[in-house]
């Protein structure tokens, strides 16, 4: 409840405060626009290239090797062989 009435009174002020003071709210809000458009561009500029240089990093070439190929034929033999190691010692417990 405290809260809530602070929260009218501090309205009320605000309201009284913006019509009494209204020319130096302007002005001040002349000031802060220009202030507030920079650092918006600043941050946009710096977020831009940062995203930028994450698109460098994905285009560049993946390393390829020519063994791979060698390697994965040699791993499906030697899965294929313990396969058929489990499938005899399967049959031997039964």
């Known amino acids: ?3 809530l009435i602070g929260g009218v009174i501090g309205a009320v002020l605000g309201l009284i405060g913006l019509i009494v003071w209204w020319k130096p709210f302007l002005q001040l ?17 710096y977020l831009g290239f940062d995203e930028m240089k994450d698109t460098w990093k994905k285009e ?5 090797t020519s063994s791979s190929d060698d390697e994965s034929e040699k ?12 499938e005899d010692l399967k049959g031997e417990k039964t």
């Open 29 to 45: 809000l002349a000031g802060a626009i220009p202030v507030m458009l920079l650092l918006g561009g600043g941050l946009a500029l």
């Open 75 to 86: 791993y499906k033999k030697e899965i294929d062989d313990l396969k058929k190691e489990i």
């Open 60 to 64: 560049e070439p993946m390393v390829e």
């Open 1 to 3: 409840m405290k809260t």
